[in-house]
């Protein structure tokens, strides 16, 4: 059995770039950067920064060239594809790139993480209520007073 399946999480580089096939299906691709940091064996911090080249098809094209832009976070669940092509110069060009299934967008900048982050940012949000608190008396509690 052949399995063909990647996951990523990383940043865009570029704005996606929106075409329509012949066909009329919509085409957008565009570039993710992933990172990695570790420590090499002197204890130095290294990172090393990969760039990936993602291809979406049909309806998804279309959304993801709506919402995503350059620095934008995201996650793609897709395949890896190699294709190769003559150039107009008469050289032979090769290129491998992630072909998505699915894109799930990340945080959106200047928003909460949170869950009730909503669209809003921090400025823009109603202010907080406050929360009724329980005051403790100020004695001292003695464990062995404790009926358990």
């Known amino acids: ?18 075409k329509t096939l012949p066909s009329g299906t919509a ?27 993602i291809v979406i098809f049909g309806r998804q094209a279309e959304i ?15 395949r890896i594809q190699n294709r190769s092509w003559e150039a107009a110069d008469g050289s032979k060009r090769n290129r491998t790139e992630i072909v998505a299934e699915r894109v799930q967008f990340g945080p959106r900048k200047g928003t909460s993480s949170l869950a009730g982050g909503g669209e809003k940012n921090a400025s823009q ?21 404790i009926p358990f």
Not at 4 to 17: A, H, S
Not at 31 to 43: F, H, L, M, P
Not at 64 to 78: H, N, R
Request: no cysteine; net charge negative; aromatic share 8%.
């Open 1 to 18: 059995m052949n399995f063909n399946k990647v996951f990523i999480i990383g940043n865009l580089t570029r704005d996606p770039e929106l």
């Open 125 to 145: 949000q109603a202010p907080k209520e406050e929360l009724e608190t329980i005051q403790y008396p100020d004695e001292d509690i003695n464990p062995e007073e």
């Open 64 to 78: 993801v060239s709506q919402y995503l832009t350059k620095g934008s976070s995201a996650l793609i669940e897709g």
């Open 27 to 53: 085409v957008a691709s565009f570039g993710v950067a992933t990172n990695r940091v570790w420590k090499d064996q002197s204890g130095q911090k290294k990172e090393e920064v990969q760039f990936h080249n």
